[in-house]
């Protein structure tokens, strides 16, 4: 009797793997189908339903896939054999009405959750059946991507964090965001899709936390060598924690100034958390404007006088004033100042032209004859 052979080391690798994958996956949360914020839950859920939407023509086609390569296999001597079979009416009603109803669905659930879930739109509800009271004021905060770290402004409470955000729950909160060099992405899985940040622009968030925890935000678009360490803390409390916090926070700490945020605005890795006790009235509108270093023109007024320099129409391109006896570019010409430029490639002489001369003369192709212009004490060139 022979004995047994020994499993081979790659199979009881391959084993071992798929042993192990249930454990592995038990340590994977399911943040985006079940989070801690309504419009994100509101997102999870257009997913698995848009997920099983597509589903109900995927499983039944990698059924039937499997179902006629059994019965239609060649050791299978009972199937039907018609060889002159090529059309079926009843078949391609069901091969084009399902996709088509699928996708007419997708399409009706896509245009109305985009409306919905606009992030520039202020949310309606805090959680299901809880619409926001009139009376609620959305919780304001700012938010300016730097490299590589996340700066939060309170506006209303006159604080400033570096690499943490503190959320009431059940409160709406308003995000104003922008960048202080390249674009980013602000996402909190937790709490709401996510949204770019860019330098120059303000773009808008409105989401609602439902959850008191700990939670976390990453930024979701490369932005270079710190990318990977740029993540802040998300902390989730009812609003009297976070009013507490709010007034502790103002108790003590720095000032975030013009010169407080230059600094900050270098790039850095790994940066822990700060807390500043008082904010500079206007900074994040200069942030947006790229305007807060001392001297620089903030994009508004340059535009503003830009227009207003051109009465109202089109800005010049070039601002720089004209010198004496400058001829004028042609953006600040009257039309009746403007001439035509002779054509460089135009035949130079009318013996000259193509078709001028028999059948084979070399100006015949010659379509792009250009004259050269010659540098100071050199000949001037001809090139075809």
């Known amino acids: 009797m022979s004995p047994v052979p020994a499993l081979r080391p790659p199979r009881l690798k391959a084993v071992s793997a798929f042993a192990m994958l249930p454990l592995l996956l038990g340590g994977c949360g399911m943040t985006v189908l079940d989070p801690a ?46 060889p002159e079979w090529d059309h079926s009416t009843q078949l391609e009603l069901a091969i084009w009405a399902a996709p088509l109803m699928i996708i007419i669905a997708l399409g009706a659930l896509t245009w109305t959750s985009t409306h919905l879930l606009d992030p520039y739109r202020p949310i309606e509800r805090t959680a299901p059946g809880k619409p926001v009271a009139g009376h609620v004021k959305p919780l304001e905060i700012q938010v300016v991507s730097l490299d590589w770290k996340w700066l939060f402004i309170y506006p209303e409470q006159g604080i400033a964090t570096v690499n943490l955000l503190a959320l009431p729950v059940d409160r709406p909160v308003r995000f104003r965001l922008t960048s202080s060099s390249v674009m980013n992405a602000f996402y909190v899985p937790e709490l709401a899709g996510m949204i770019y940040t860019m330098p120059g622009m303000e773009t808008k968030l409105h989401a609602v936390l439902n959850k008191a925890g700990q939670f976390e935000g990453i930024s979701s678009n490369y932005s270079g060598a710190g990318f990977s360490d740029m993540r802040f803390a998300v902390a989730g409390m009812d609003e009297g924690a976070f009013e507490r916090w709010a007034a502790g926070l103002r108790g003590g700490g720095g000032r975030l100034d013009a010169a407080e945020y230059l600094k900050l605005e270098r790039p850095s890795e790994k940066v822990p958390v700060i807390r500043y006790a008082a904010v500079e009235s206007g900074l994040f509108d200069r942030a947006v404007q790229m305007c807060v270093r001392p001297g620089q023109t903030c994009m508004a007024e340059t535009m503003h006088h830009d227009m207003m320099r051109g009465g109202g129409g089109h800005a010049p391109v070039n601002d720089a004033p004209q010198k004496p006896g400058e001829p004028e570019g042609g953006l600040l010409q009257s039309p009746e100042e403007h001439k035509t430029t002779p054509h460089q490639s135009a035949p130079h002489h009318p013996e000259a032209a193509p078709g001028g001369h028999a059948p084979g003369h070399q100006s015949n192709e010659n379509m792009t004859r250009n004259d050269i212009p010659a540098r100071p004490g050199a000949t001037p060139a001809t090139a075809a």
């Not at 914020?37 to 099983?52: E, F, H, K, N």
């Not at 023509?57 to 060649?74: D, E, G, H, N, S």
């Open 37 to 82: 914020g309504d419009v994100a839950r509101q997102q999870g859920q257009l997913v698995m339903i848009s997920t099983g939407l597509m589903l109900l023509i995927i499983v039944p086609v990698m059924a039937l896939t499997i179902f006629f390569a059994w019965k239609y296999r060649q050791s299978n001597r009972d199937a039907d054999y018609d």
